[in-house]
């Protein structure tokens, strides 16, 4: 598996390399404001899908993850920033009401990776004209621990019940859309327990989805 990772990530830094160089040629010609603002966002993906090839290099070997303090609020306005390059997002009407005093311990890109999973099936889901898509954050205390709970809501058609039970299973390509490689949601149940948290999936009596993060809190 460390012999794959790395061949993978060795065949994705050669085409990022690229695309990185020509974001920096368009960000340094461009003038329209709107178009560096894209641009800008394109040039974070980038940056994001080098530090995944870096931890793919290191797949095999054993790294701590660098900690820090990080706001939830913060994270997931970043996570849906980056989401929202996709064109739809400009209908859809996202809300963020995460607390601004609502904070956990973990890696940044890790967690921010969660949350983009979880946010682009949301925006997937949902129709375009009269998409909705809500994060709310509580105290929430598992086990004992005191945490938070991120509740990504949207109003889509929901997850059809043959296939709530194996939300998080590797390759179910058709769990809330059917055009990613089913592996979105696997990653983010891997990296929401490494942080010691847990990863949910229901339906809504409204109608709709629910994805709930827990996460210990600071």
Known sequence: MGLLSASVAHELNTPLAVLA????????????????????????????????????????????????????????????????????????????????EDHIVGNSDRLGQVFVNVLRNALNAVEPAHGQIVVRGRRAERSGEAGIAVRVEDNGPGIPADLLPDIFSAFVTTRLDARGTGLGL?????????????????????????????????
């Open 21 to 100: 160089g020509s974001i920096e040629k368009l960000l340094e010609t461009s003038r329209d404001p709107q178009t560096l603002d894209r641009l800008g966002r394109m040039q974070r993906v980038t940056q994001r899908l080098r530090r995944i090839s870096e931890t793919l290099v290191d797949f095999s070997r054993v790294r701590n993850q660098r900690l820090e303090l990080l706001g939830l609020r913060h994270l997931i306005d970043e996570a849906w920033s980056l989401v929202a390059i996709d064109e739809k997002a400009s209908s859809v009407d996202f809300v963020n009401e995460v607390s601004a």
């Open 186 to 218: 696997t990653v983010a149940e891997g990296i929401v327990t490494q942080h010691g948290g847990a990863i949910s999936a229901s339906n809504r009596n409204e109608g709709g989805a629910c994805l709930e993060v827990w996460l210990p809190a600071a």
